[in-house]
């Protein structure tokens, strides 16, 4: 996962206010935050699902998939992690899932507004 500059997508996001761009949609200030925030849900899905039971079995991390999913906010690329075993099933974005429910993104946008 790229490391993501809080101080640079404000920067932009102002910008692009003053000169009345959407903050919305591919070149918007938004899409970065939710794919960052994307990202890091995943990685947390499989951190809970690693736990010391399945590391027991010898389960363990074994590189990620990337996929473009569509969001209101934009497309954006997401990171899925990959364990050994496939006995992940991440929840937050399901396996062959492209396109992100308006709920979702908007509930995610509302916790950093």
């Given at each position: 996962?790229?490391?993501?500059?809080?101080?640079?997508?404000?920067?932009?996001?102002?910008?692009?206010?003053?000169?009345?761009?959407?903050?919305?949609?591919?070149?918007?200030?938004?899409?970065?935050?939710?794919?960052?925030?994307?990202?890091?849900?995943?990685?947390?899905?499989?951190?809970?699902?690693?736990?010391?039971?399945?590391?027991?079995?010898?389960?363990?991390?074994?590189?990620?998939?990337?996929?473009?999913?569509?969001?209101?906010?934009?497309?954006?690329?997401?990171?899925?992690?990959?364990d050994r075993?496939?006995?992940?099933?991440?929840?937050?974005?399901?396996?062959?899932?492209?396109?992100?429910?308006?709920?979702?993104?908007?509930?995610?946008?509302?916790?950093y507004a």
């Amino acid at each position: 996962m790229e490391d993501f500059n809080f101080e640079e997508i404000k920067n932009k996001a102002l910008e692009q206010l003053k000169s009345g761009k959407s903050l919305l949609g591919k070149d918007g200030a938004f899409a970065p935050l939710l794919e960052s925030i994307l990202n890091a849900a995943l990685e947390g899905e499989m951190d809970a699902h690693l736990d010391p039971d399945e590391r027991e079995s010898g389960n363990r991390r074994n590189g990620k998939m990337h996929k473009q999913v569509q969001t209101p906010l934009g497309e954006v690329t997401v990171s899925t992690p990959r364990d050994r075993n496939s006995t992940f099933d991440p929840q937050f974005i399901k396996k062959r899932e492209t396109i992100l429910a308006d709920n979702v993104a908007d509930r995610i946008i509302g916790l950093y507004a």
